[in-house]
């Protein structure tokens, strides 16, 4: 699976949009971004996923770059419970051993009043 | 529909004791992952499984720890002889196929070892 570089940490303040980037540089052709997020020592939670199209679904939009190299989390109007490590993922969607999600550090989102 | 169920949410082991973890899928899922999350790092891989069938096991360390999901019942992970570094929530996940979309997870269970 590709590597992923996220920024450490980021702030926001409550009721705009949150942006949260992610570089893939070493992205292959059949690989997917997935986000997830973490909040609070809870399971990591499912938030959208995409290959080359932006997604958008009633959590977040994706923006992937028309090289596929990066890409952007967008929370349209964050609120404080969307306080959490964000994980930016790449990987195969395919059967068998490329099942497994390789998680980095992720980018820890305040979102303050 | 519950969810991934883990069982127990909390669990402290002294040193040189086992623990087993349990993970439920959800309805309809076969296919079981379980993560480690030690103290301020990211989840890790350690293992997935089908069905009475390991599938994956690249992230498991060698000694000591084992996974296992029966035809009937929960899946399974044991830590036989837990030591300190042990100590960390242990995340399971499900998904239908095992192409991983859909993946779910589970609350975890944190193993604190005392």
């Not at chain 1, 590597?3 to 940490?9: E, F, V």
């Not at chain 2, 949410?9 to 040189?16: A, E, F, P």
């Not at chain 2, 993560?35 to 498991?60: A, C, T």
Request: charged share 20%.
């Amino acid at each position: 699976d590709a590597k992923t570089t996220q920024p450490p940490s980021m702030d926001c303040a409550e009721g705009r949009a949150a942006n949260l980037p992610c570089n893939h540089s070493t992205i292959s052709g059949n690989e997917y971004v997935y986000w997830y997020r973490q909040i609070h020592s809870q399971g990591p939670q499912y938030i959208i996923h995409g290959l080359k199209n932006n997604e958008t679904n009633e959590m977040a939009s994706l923006i992937i770059t028309e090289d596929r190299k990066s890409s952007t989390l967008i929370l349209p109007h964050a609120t404080l419970r969307d306080t959490a490590v964000y994980y930016c993922i790449v990987r195969v969607a395919a059967l068998g051993t490329a099942s497994k999600l390789t998680f980095g550090t992720g980018t820890r989102l305040q979102v303050t009043l | 529909n519950a969810g991934v169920m883990q069982n127990p949410r909390h669990l402290v082991r002294r040193r040189g004791q086992e623990a087993r973890l349990r993970c439920s899928p959800m309805k309809g899922h076969s296919h079981v992952y379980w993560y480690r999350q030690l103290p301020e790092e990211g989840l890790k891989f350690m293992v997935y499984l089908q069905k009475e069938n390991i599938i994956d096991e690249s992230g498991m360390p060698k000694e000591r720890f084992s996974a296992e999901f029966p035809k009937e019942g929960p899946s399974i992970l044991r830590i036989q002889q837990v030591v300190r570094g042990d100590s960390a929530a242990y995340f399971c996940a499900s998904s239908q196929d095992g192409r991983g979309n859909g993946y779910t997870f589970g609350s975890g269970t944190r193993l604190t070892v005392v």
